[in-house]
Structure formats: C-alpha cells, structure tokens
C-alpha cells in the first residue's frame, strides 16, 4: 500500500490548492445531469505523460496481475495497476486530491459544508489499466466493494464512422467509444434525463458514486482506446468528533472473507478511509 492519507481539513473554498491556476494544474468542475453529481476533471498533459509512460510499463510487463477477473468488460487487456508503482511515480497525491475534491463537493451539495464537517479523508483503493481495441466493450455495470468510481482516459484513437461508413444512416446517432451514465427512465414531461453521454479525450477525469450504472460502446478502427479505472472509499469527521454516516455504503462489505482474499494474494488490502485520518 502506499502512503496513509491522514485527511484534509476542510477549508471554506472549495477548491484545494492543486486544483485550479495555470495549465500544469488540473481544472474540476462538478456536474449534475441527474440525482448524483459527477465530477469531471481536466489532467494536466505533464500528468497524463507520466500515467502513460507507467502503463506501457505495466502492459509491457510479463508478469502483471490480470484484474479483468473481477471485472465484467469485455475486453482482452485490464491490468491491475500497484498504489506503490502510482506513489513511486509521483501520481498519488494528485489523484487523492481529485477524489477529495469530489468528496467535498459532493458532501457540499448535500448541505454538508465546513461549518459542519471537520476532516474528509481518501483512500484509492485499486487501480487498472483499460486497453481498449476494435469491436471490445463494457457492458452496463456498477463497482461493488467501494464508494466512489472513476476513469481517466490516457489515449483515444480516430474511429471509423459507422454513418459516413455507410453502416448507419445519416439521422442515427453514433455513440462509438463513449461512456454513457446510465441513471434512471428519462422523462422529458418532467425535463429529467435518465442518462449522459460522454465523448471521452485524452486528459478526462470522470468520478462518480460506485453505484451509478455505466457502460462503454466499442468503435470500430485501428488503434488503443487506454483508460485507468480506480475505486477508493472516502469518509469524513464532523465538528463534534463523530464519524458521518455513510448509509449508501454496508459495513459488511469490508469484511467479507473470500474478497479480502482475493485482494491480499495480490498485496492489496481494502479498507474504509476514515482509518487513515487516526
């Protein structure tokens, strides 16, 4: 594991240091297309440079740890991706800053601010590397085990249009390679969307909550469609010393015997955050 993330104070900004400037640093902007709000940041190319040049590395590596067994999509390469190889990278905090930037805006939104909460605290849990190619997918899914999900694309190839094509007539719309939220049945007499779409580019950040469906189209064309995926826990301390509460998620999650198994044959052990603010 790496480093123990001892939380962060919450200021009345919402922006922490790190989040906002010039072009070096990462740009976050929260949204809210339907009832959860998802967060979507804009990584520095410094950043994804150093997140590309680990990831070769880590493909390139005979001996990488296959994760795609615990994962539904149907795709040939998902490499699981060490918190010490992101911390030896200098790539940790960054993305401990994103996640605690979401959690705070997110706990904001719900009328949680600093005047009632002392301490957020973080905790990336696994991490994986997507190596898209033609015709491979992610079907509808959500990620058990954890609180927040996110993905952040790394590489996106030209795609074959499938309507200039001829494979599609002109009228549809061409959802190629994008992911798509899948919250709940539109229902436009109440202007409520059910879904988003997202044409992912190079440098995109998504967060959102682990239970939210989501989905990945294939495309058809050469070239790597290279995202990370990670899942991490978040918690906060409110002024008067107690923990919030967080009903979304089960305590018995975090004991459950044949997945903590699973996690220590691969050196990896998922815990709550709020162990790390101790």
């Known amino acids: 594991m790496g480093k123990k993330n001892k939380g962060n104070k919450v200021a009345p900004s919402l922006m922490p240091p790190g989040l906002v400037g010039n072009k070096d640093e990462a740009k976050f902007h929260l949204m809210a ?14 950043f994804i440079n150093k997140l590309l040049k680990l990831t070769d590395s880590v493909l390139a590596d005979k001996d990488r740890v296959d994760w795609g067994k615990h994962l539904v999509g149907q795709i040939n390469e998902e490499s699981a991706i ?43 849990d696994h991490m994986w590397v997507v190596s898209q190619y033609e015709n491979e ?62 044409n992912p580019e190079p440098g995109m950040l998504l967060i959102f909550p682990s239970n939210l469906l989501h989905t990945v189209y ?42 903590l198994k699973g996690l220590t044959t691969k050196g990896e052990v998922s815990r709550y955050a709020i162990k790390d603010n101790k």
């Not at 297309?33 to 410094?46: L, R, T």
């Not at 996106?156 to 899948?182: A, H, M, T, W």
């Not at 305590?251 to 459950?256: A, C, G, K, M, R």
């Open 33 to 46: 297309p339907f009832g959860p709000a998802i967060g979507m940041i804009k990584m520095p190319d410094a």
């Open 137 to 198: 997918y992610n079907p509808a899914h959500f990620h058990t085990f954890c609180d927040l999900s996110a993905v952040l694309y790394l590489k996106i190839p030209k795609f074959s249009n499938r309507i200039e094509d001829g494979d599609l007539p002109k009228y549809k719309n061409n959802k190629d390679g994008q992911i798509e939220l899948i919250y709940k049945s539109s229902d436009a007499n109440a202007c409520e969307r059910g879904t988003m779409l997202v």
């Open 218 to 259: 294939p495309f058809k064309g050469e070239g790597e469609r290279r995202s990370v995926a990670f899942n991490s826990h978040w918690s906060a301390v409110k002024k008067d010393g107690t923990i919030l509460d967080k009903s979304i998620r089960m305590p018995s999650d975090q004991t459950d015997a044949k997945y």
């Open 82 to 124: 060490p918190n010490k190889a992101l911390e030896e990278a200098g790539l940790m905090e960054a993305l401990r800053t994103c996640l605690h930037q979401y959690t705070v805006s997110m706990l904001q939104r719900q009328g949680f601010d600093h005047s009632h909460i002392e301490q957020v605290g973080v905790h990336l």
